[in-house]
């Protein structure tokens, strides 16, 4: 039985439930519900704030979870990051009053507000910037006005929670953050665990990728394949027409509109895209 962790809430609660759920694993049925078995796909699922999934994994009490990459960081539980999911995606930033520090190393003898301390203290250390980490739970944007802190560092996504309080980031970013699915550091694994990642996997081609099915002359099928080389090759059948053939390719779903203005330049007629939606490659 695998038993996997997923957030309860928060930012990564309702994508990594979706990504489950297209991965065919038992939704639940409201928010309240903290456990769901599976006996189908021989899963639990544990319903746990983000920040703890990592420690749970870490132990060895769950064989895998959804979390944030910074979160596993910070955490510093011996887990690893196995797939990055392709959601929530986040900068962990510094961020003050615009225009009063240029980078980090200007933080010196100063204090930062963060809910993330394990990950700022790290990087402070790391970079030689003797700095006081202010803990907070969150809502760390407003210890500077309070006089708690001189700058804070957290998540930033669109920068509107920042801008809101007059705030800009400033400095290198101090992380890039994603969704990812994470095992305990080391760890074997199982049967159950590698058919998870080869799910999710599938998921992921199938949300990032389209087919895309033409018909060409044949003299021109070198072209054809060099603009959809596919993902191990496309399929190139006979058309019943003299001189053409028919290509079937996955491409990508970003830019497919610009590689089907190249196929029509070169001839291509009948030019279909279809979703996919589920593979195993
Ligand atoms: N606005 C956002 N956009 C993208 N990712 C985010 C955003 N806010 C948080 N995250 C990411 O989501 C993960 C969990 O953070 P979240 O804010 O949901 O937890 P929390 O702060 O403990 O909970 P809550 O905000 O509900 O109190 C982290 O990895 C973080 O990087
Ligand atoms: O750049 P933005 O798009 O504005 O998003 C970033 C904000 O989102 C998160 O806050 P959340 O709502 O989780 O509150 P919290 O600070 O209490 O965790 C994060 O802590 C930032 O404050
Ligand atoms: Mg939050």
Known sequence: MLRLAVPNKGALADAAQTILKEAGYRPRKD??????????????????????????????????GITGRDMLFDSGAPAEEVVP???GGSTF???APAGRYGSAAD??????????????????????IDARVIKLDGAVETAIRLGV????????ETGTTLRNVGLEVFGEPIAHSEAVLIKRSGAPE??????LIRRLQGVLVARDYVMMDYDIRAERIDEAIAITPGVEGPTVSP???EGWVAVR????????????DQLWEIGAKAILVTAIYACRL
């Open 31 to 64: 928010s309240k519900e903290l456990v769901v078995i599976d006996p189908e796909n021989s899963c639990e699922l544990f319903f746990l704030r983000p920040r703890d999934i990592a420690v749970y994994v870490g132990e060895g009490t769950l064989d895998a």
């Open 107 to 128: 933080l010196s003898g100063l204090r930062i507000a963060t809910s993330y301390s394990g990950l700022l203290g790290k990087y402070l250390a790391d970079e030689g």
């Open 239 to 241: 058309l019943h027409r």
């Open 249 to 260: 390719a996955m491409v990508p779903r970003k830019g497919h509109q610009q590689i089907m």
């Open 190 to 195: 199982t049967n159950g665990f590698q058919q």
């Open 85 to 87: 999911l392709g959601f």
């Open 149 to 156: 802190a001189d700058a804070v560092a957290d998540v930033v």
């Open 93 to 95: 930033r510094f961020a």
